[in-house]
């Protein structure tokens, strides 16, 4: 799996030849080595892919977003016949137990409110209500902490007025950037052979993918963190990039120093073991480090 995030945001021919993507616009040609890729946003419908770039990035396990008339992603890619994917793997998953999904959904919204309260102490805000919200969380969260949580948390980030529904540039760019978190949690489910629309709390029949949206609880406030310390108006092309390479920044995860794509990628495979009964205990541990590395550089085409 590779490194890069391409966003491809004018009019352009990508297509494939030998181990290359090659990028046609208006400015040139470039090429990036498929291996180097490890998502391809198409930010603009002016842009055409070939078929057999589709199937080269699939087989590499790119994920590939593409994006609507009005810049917002829409939908992505998802190989069939991913390497690891077998029979037992899916066996396993439809028997994951009750028990097992009921511990993990309790443990991921813990670290999502713990998260939260993180993000509110870094900008200085009270966090005694957040507290004792979290201080009532019970197995499986059957009372609903977390939306309870939510409903006291944004108000507190943003302002009292902020209400999450309300179409604002804030918003959009929440938004914005959990989709980019989505894909990159289904990324490396499909990749782990398992399926994205099983989950352990999500069930909706219109959601594709329910196991994805279950498993990326802990890092949305991430995205959170960095939108607030944001101050932008509409959601330009620089606050999309911004959310984009937010896949690149630094943060502790289970006390190691890693970028953010690195420990979703082990936090799913975490969850899966344990889910699987391949390990007993699990640990859910973000910390911010507000730093972005220089040498985590995106293409923006």
């Given at each position: ?13 990508l297509?494939?030849?030998s ?29 055409v892919?070939?078929?057999a ?23 992505e890619?998802?190989?069939?016949y991913?390497?690891t ?17 009921e511990?993990?959904w ?14 509110l102490?870094s900008?200085g ?7 004792e ?31 999450r ?86 943060i ?8 953010l ?5 082990e ?16 640990n ?7 730093e ?6 995106n293409?923006?085409?």
């Amino acid at each position: 799996m590779g490194w890069r995030s391409v966003i491809i945001t004018q009019h352009a021919k990508l297509s494939y030849s030998s181990r290359m993507m090659t990028v046609q616009t208006r400015d040139g040609i470039n090429q990036i080595p498929l291996e180097d890729i490890n998502l391809l946003l198409i930010n603009t419908t002016q842009a055409v892919i070939t078929s057999a770039l589709i199937s080269q990035l699939a087989k590499n396990e790119v994920k590939v977003i593409f994006s609507d008339d009005m810049h917002d992603p829409i939908c992505e890619t998802v190989g069939y016949y991913p390497s690891t994917r077998d029979i037992d793997l899916l066996e396993q998953q439809v028997s994951w137990t009750i028990s097992k999904k009921e511990t993990l959904w309790t443990k991921i919204v813990f670290a999502k409110i713990r998260n939260q309260i993180k993000v509110l102490l870094s900008y200085g805000q009270q966090v005694d209500e957040i507290h004792e919200e979290l201080e009532k969380l019970e197995m499986n969260d059957f009372t609903n902490r977390e939306a309870t949580v939510a409903r006291k948390y944004f108000p507190l980030l943003f302002d009292n007025s902020f209400v999450r529904r309300n179409n604002t540039p804030i918003n959009a760019a929440l938004n914005y950037g959990y989709s980019i978190l989505l894909s990159t949690v289904n990324q490396e489910v499909v990749s782990n052979g398992y399926l994205t629309y099983i989950g352990i709390h999500h069930h909706s029949d219109g959601n594709m993918f329910n196991l994805s949206s279950d498993l990326m609880e802990p890092f949305r406030p991430v995205i959170d963190y960095w939108v607030a310390g944001q101050k932008f108006y509409e959601l330009t092309p620089d606050v999309k990039y911004g959310l984009v390479e937010l896949l690149s920044l630094e943060i502790i995860f289970n006390n190691k120093k890693m970028l953010l794509k690195n420990a979703i990628c082990e936090h799913v495979r975490n969850c899966l073991n344990f889910l699987c009964g391949n390990s007993d205990e699990i640990n859910i541990e973000v910390e911010f480090t507000n730093e972005v590395p220089s040498y985590a550089i995106n293409d923006n085409v």
